[in-house]
T-cell receptor
Framework: GENVEQHPSTLSVQEGDSAVIKCTYS??????FPWYKQELGKRPQLIID?????GEKKDQRIAVTLNKTAKHFSLHITETQPEDSAVYFCAASMEGGADGLTFGKGTHLIIQP | KAGVTQTPRYLIKTRGQQVTLSCSPI?????VSWYQQTPGQGLQFLFE???????NKGNFPGRFSGRQFSNSRSEMNVSTLELGDSALYLC??????????????FGSGTRLTVV
């Protein structure tokens, strides 16, 4: 089955700086890669996703890049703000498949004032 | 429109008991998935239901089961509870598990504590 590795487990950045979280996946059949943000005590919320037919997707301060050959994808957050502090999870799945999402272990992003 | 609703929010059970958790998906969503979240193992896939059929099941023992009703509401059941079953159980709904829209919306979860 699919295996997703996520790094780093904790990331501390100064407010205003950029943050990058990286994930690798093992199953070349995976073609859907969402990112979720989970604030303390709250549910995971989808912040951006990318499908394997594109290499990059942006939404304001958030971007995701995908390298299918290397089987890795990354989340980029620019101009970080205090409200960006949360745990971020990457995931991989095959659209139309029935194995659900395979999640990375999460990255605790801390924004230092 | 209303989001994904999970009940109850909190549960405390004793080892050996069984428990049933409920999930109502977003109106119009036909796919419901269940995930277990623990500090050590993170988010792990339990099973997915679509049109009342279980499409697949993650690597969990047979004590974990579920079902989906004709109105897309889903329940999961855990029998013979063990201390290690203590976790946040999250339900996620999506429009169609076979189409291009694979986005999942999560509920707030049920926090199960086994003592």
């Amino acid at each position: 089955g699919e295996n997703v590795e996520q790094h780093p487990s904790t990331l501390s950045v100064q407010e205003g700086d950029s943050a990058v979280i990286k994930c690798t996946y093992s199953d070349s059949a995976s073609n859907y890669f969402p990112w979720y943000k989970q604030e303390l005590g709250k549910r995971p919320q989808l912040i951006i996703d990318i499908r394997s037919n594109v290499g990059e997707k942006k939404d304001q301060r958030i971007a995701v890049t995908l390298n299918k050959t290397a089987k890795h994808f990354s989340l980029h957050i620019t101009e970080t703000q205090p409200e960006d502090s949360a745990v971020y999870f990457c995931a991989a799945s095959m659209e139309g498949g029935a194995d659900g999402l395979t999640f990375g272990k999460g990255t605790h992003l801390i924004i230092q004032p | 429109k209303a989001g994904v609703t999970q009940t109850p929010r909190y549960l405390i059970k004793t080892r050996g008991q069984q428990v049933t958790l409920s999930c109502s998906p977003i109106s119009g969503h036909r796919s419901v998935s269940w995930y277990q979240q623990t500090p050590g193992q993170g988010l792990q896939f339990l099973f997915e239901y679509f049109s009342e059929t279980q499409r697949n099941k993650g690597n969990f023992p047979g004590r974990f089961s579920g079902r989906q009703f004709s109105n897309s509401r889903s329940e999961m059941n855990v029998s013979t509870l063990e201390l290690g079953d203590s976790a946040l159980y999250l339900c996620a709904s999506s429009l169609d598990s076979t189409g291009l829209n694979r986005g999942y919306t999560f509920g707030s979860g049920t926090r199960l504590t086994v003592v």
